[in-house]
């Protein structure tokens, strides 16, 4: 099936580092949505984007829907110990009914 | 705390027994959908209902299928199970079927065994 290519997979800060990372994809999407997963845990919403160029926060978290709407981005300023867990990516084709697509997640630790 | 609600949270079963995962969806929302998560292929969608009527089918095995009710809660059954069954189920759910605009929350999964 389609895939989003997300990277990094892994990353390993300091406390009170930024954090940067994104999706890419061949396809084109309607909606980009970033979510934490935490061991054990359902994947939690952090952002929606429904529109090309849209530059959304939530916090310390930043995500912008790119204007190719191939890509995405999401970033974490002044990261905290509790920002340690899987980010997750996914994108919603046009047409594709709520049928999300996910990129493979990056693993963040934080040391404190 | 989405409120989506699921059951059982673990699951241990036997090869080729079949089991039910149940969703209770966010209060007022009429779309129910079910992901498989897996080591290895990650998030993957099975399978979408919009009050109680099949919307959309994603990578979901001949095996397995799905329903929604009435009272808009869905179920999940899994039958022949095999050891590569072996995954975190999630349902989610939103308000709408409609595309653009639609969040989807998701539950807490169901974490299933097969051995």
């Known amino acids: 099936g389609q895939q989003l290519n997300q990277s990094p997979q892994s990353m390993f800060i300091q406390e009170g580092e930024d954090v940067s990372m994104n999706c890419t994809s061949s396809s084109i999407f309607n909606t980009w949505l970033w979510y934490k997963q935490d061991p054990g845990e359902g994947p939690v919403l952090l952002i929606a984007l429904y529109k090309a160029g849209e530059l959304t926060s939530n916090g310390r978290l930043t995500a912008q829907f790119g204007i190719t709407r191939k890509d995405s981005f999401l970033n974490i300023s002044a990261s905290i110990p509790s920002d340690v867990g899987i980010y997750f990516c996914?994108?919603?084709?046009?047409?594709?009914?709520?049928?999300?697509?996910f990129g493979k997640g990056t693993k963040l630790s934080v040391k404190p | 705390d989405s409120g989506v609600t699921q059951t059982p949270k673990h699951l241990i079963t036997a090869t080729g027994q079949r089991v039910t995962l149940r969703c209770s969806p966010r209060s007022g929302d009429l779309s129910v959908y079910w992901y498989q998560q897996s080591l290895d292929q990650g998030l993957q969608f099975l399978i979408q209902?919009?009050?109680?009527?099949?919307?959309a089918k994603g990578n979901i095995l001949e095996r397995f299928s799905a329903q929604q009710f009435p009272d808009l809660h869905s179920e999940l059954n899994l039958s022949s199970l095999e050891l590569g069954d072996s995954a975190l189920y999630f349902c989610?759910?939103?308000?709408?079927?409609?595309?653009?605009?639609?969040?989807?929350?998701f539950g807490e999964g169901s974490w299933l065994t097969v051995v």
């Open positions: 989610a759910s939103s308000v709408g079927g409609a595309d653009s605009g639609n969040t989807i929350y």
């Open positions: 996914a994108g919603q084709l046009r047409g594709s009914q709520g049928n999300l697509i």
């Open positions: 209902y919009y009050n109680g009527e099949e919307r």
